[in-house]
């Protein structure tokens, strides 16, 4: 049998061991501690956090799906619990979660994992590499932890009731996750019947919204729409893409301004497609809008949010720059390629690229809902923008792999027809002053740091 490896990490934690605790306790935890360069999914809860209650999750070991089932036990209230694998990918695998009180308003949380590789010996040789994986996990997982409770602090309220749209996509599926362990009840809107009273029925292209379930609302993130980039746009695409977003946006912004007591705030998302391709022109929110097909989709976007302004809700537009999360969207789609050393700049590599971290992404979004003072546009990506070329040497840098494989912009059109010129090799050069200035700090304020905290690296 292979020998028991053992990783330790101690981190102080600025609330008392008892709310560290709770955080942990709550729906969105695992969610949130679960590294997004991992494909981890939570398929079933039993029970709590509590002796015996267990946790069954599914990981893709390459192209691979495996099942981990962990169970609970040693809880100890307010202190710590142990999670053990009785199914799974290690030989063995113990997870000692502990919360030291370090005064009123500060507690140490101590990670310490001991496992041994699968296959016995044979298994043995792939430690070294499975070290520097826990290693990586729970660095991130104190980062998250530490984040999160600093966010909550920066907006303590009574829990609120939040219904979020689209909040099985990337972006969605993390705030969702995010907002429930600052103790937020959630509720999804989905195109199918209810199953719980979680979620919120609604089908947007037939104008039906269960608005009876909106009643007690006290805030609303409108993220649902087509995806862009996905595959090439044809007639019919394009109006999908549309609709999805105007018919959506349209329907909800009716049905919260009519209700006799509308939520206070809807946050709903748009693009910094709304610019157009600008080259190397600073853009804010005040700034010129473009008149290509995203332009004119993002301000129509935008425009369908109208009722409910005029009914008094406070209204914000994320202008969301490109989120970077190997969970999903274009940086999941490079990956590939630049992992096997054959990634490279786009085009000329000259246009900007105004990207954000998934982190900071919901971060802005928990702000937008949180933020009285904050309604209209607001642009969302890193303070320090960065062109293409210099984009690829970071990622490059990042992997520890070469970067020097360009893709002619011709190629592009060749592959994706329009889609490329208005979204591949678009500039756009965000200022995120405005979100600075209403009191955002930056988790990861340029695309080196958000790769290496996205990444694990």
Not at 44 to 50: D, F, H, I, N
Request: aromatic share 6%; with cysteine; proline share 7%.
């Amino acid at each position: 049998m292979a020998a028991e490896t053992i990783v330790e990490r101690t981190t102080r934690v600025p609330c008392s061991a008892a709310e560290l605790y709770a955080w942990h306790q709550r729906p969105g935890a695992l969610e949130r501690l679960a590294p997004p360069w991992e494909r981890v999914r939570v398929v079933s809860r039993t029970g709590g956090l509590e002796n015996g209650s267990t946790v069954v999750l599914e990981l893709e070991v390459g192209p691979v799906p495996v099942r981990w089932v962990a169970r609970h036990r040693d809880v100890l209230p307010g202190r710590g619990f142990t999670d053990e694998q009785v199914e799974g990918p290690f030989g063995s695998w113990t997870h000692l979660h502990e919360m030291i009180p370090a005064g009123p308003d500060a507690a140490d949380l101590h990670e310490r994992i001991a496992f041994t590789a699968p296959f016995g010996a044979l298994g043995a040789i792939a430690t070294g590499a499975l070290t520097h994986s826990v290693e990586r996990l729970l660095a991130y997982r104190h980062a998250v932890i530490v984040d999160d409770v600093l966010a909550h602090q920066r907006h303590p309220s009574r829990p609120r009731h939040i219904a979020i749209s689209g909040a099985t996509g990337t972006i969605g599926t993390a705030l969702s996750a995010f907002l429930s362990t600052g103790g937020h009840r959630i509720s999804r809107l989905v195109r199918r019947s209810s199953r719980s009273p979680e979620e919120i029925q609604w089908d947007p292209a037939a104008a039906r919204i269960d608005r009876e379930a909106l009643r007690d609302v006290d805030a609303v993130v409108h993220l649902a729409g087509e995806g862009i980039a996905d595959r090439r746009w044809s007639g019919d695409r394009k109006r999908a893409i549309l609709d999805s977003r105007v018919q959506g946006t349209r329907l909800l912004a009716e049905a919260l301004a009519g209700l006799d007591r509308p939520p206070s705030v809807l946050v709903s998302a748009s693009a910094m497609g709304i610019y157009g391709d600008r080259g190397d022109e600073l853009l804010d929110e005040s700034s010129r809008l473009g008149s290509d097909f995203l332009a004119t989709v993002c301000q129509a976007w935008e425009a369908a949010a109208e009722p409910a302004a005029a009914a008094g809700i406070r209204v914000v537009h994320p202008r969301f720059g490109i989120v970077l999360s190997p969970a999903g969207g274009a940086l999941a789609k490079q990956l590939p390629a630049f992992r096997a050393g054959v990634g490279g700049p786009i085009g000329s590599g000259r246009q900007w690229m105004s990207g954000v971290s998934l982190h900071d992404a919901i971060g802005a979004l928990h702000h937008a809902l949180f933020t009285p003072a904050l309604r209209g546009p607001v642009n969302v990506a890193c303070p320090e923008p960065v062109r293409n070329a210099e984009f690829t040497r970071i990622l490059g840098r990042v992997l520890r792999r070469p970067a020097l494989v360009p893709v002619p912009a011709f190629a592009l059109r060749l592959l994706f027809g329009e889609l490329a010129d208005a979204a591949l090799l678009a500039s756009q050069r965000l200022s995120a002053a405005a979100l600075m200035r209403s009191g955002y700090q930056f988790r990861q304020p340029t695309i080196e740091s958000a790769l290496r905290f996205e990444l694990g690296r």
